[in-house]
T-cell receptor, first 112, second 114 residues
């Protein structure tokens, strides 16, 4: 049974520091992995999608890596800003329909 | 529309009542998903639609939960005889239904069962 784990559950950093968020999954048979951002009272915003054949994806200050064989993904956010404060969720796509299985999330607070 | 729309945004109901939650996907998106986000269980898959068919209902927690989709567009999630454990945020997502099945999420419906 696939399990998706995110560590740490919560993280607080001063503005300007780099953020490192971890996601692990137990079954390497995935189609892709996505990182989402969730703001209070709002839906999910997709940040990055990494196909199972890829090692990393970059978008602006965000970089996500994927090591499928070890069941790990890491999201790096460079030079954090207070606007980066949110909950970050990783999700693995498990089947041909696109069904996603989510981790519990990491709640991030960036202090000015 | 510009994005996935869900209504109502908040719903408070009494235990034992039936509720209907609505999702309007992005126009042209053939795939539609329902997920549930609760404090104890995180974000869980409920059901997937391709067009009006639901090839995967494996996440529906009990037979009190049902969903339908009409015209390949709007979907309704119905919960009968609501229980307190049904309290959660119900999220809908839609996708073009082609690789890589990128999903766009609505803001969710927060259901509170008293």
């Amino acid at each position: 049974k696939q399990e998706v784990t995110q560590i740490p559950a919560a993280l607080s950093v001063p503005e300007g520091e780099n953020l490192v968020l971890n996601c692990s999954f137990t079954d390497s048979a995935i189609y892709n992995l996505q990182w989402f951002r969730q703001d209070p009272g709002k839906g999910l915003t997709s940040l990055l999608l990494i196909q199972s054949s890829q090692r990393e994806q970059t978008s602006g200050r965000l970089n996500a890596s994927l090591d499928k064989s070890s069941g790990r993904s890491t999201l790096y956010i460079a030079a954090s800003q207070p606007g980066d404060s949110a909950t970050y969720l990783c999700a693995v796509r498990r089947d041909s329909w696109g069904k996603l299985q989510f981790g519990a999330g990491t709640q991030v607070v960036v202090t000015p | 529309g510009a994005g996935v729309s869900q209504s109502p945004s908040n719903k408070v109901t009494e235990k034992g009542k039936d509720v209907e939650l609505r999702c309007d996907p992005i126009s042209g998106h053939t795939a539609l998903y329902w997920y549930r986000q609760s404090l104890g269980q995180g974000l869980e898959f409920l059901i997937y639609f391709q067009g009006n068919s639901a090839p995967d209902k494996s996440g529906l927690p009990s037979d009190r939960f049902s969903a339908e989709r009409t015209g390949g567009s709007v979907s309704t999630l119905t919960i009968q005889r609501t229980q307190q454990e049904d309290s959660a945020v119900y999220l809908c997502a839609s996708s073009l239904g082609t690789e890589p099945f990128f999903q766009y999420f609505g803001a969710g419906t927060r259901l509170s069962v008293l």
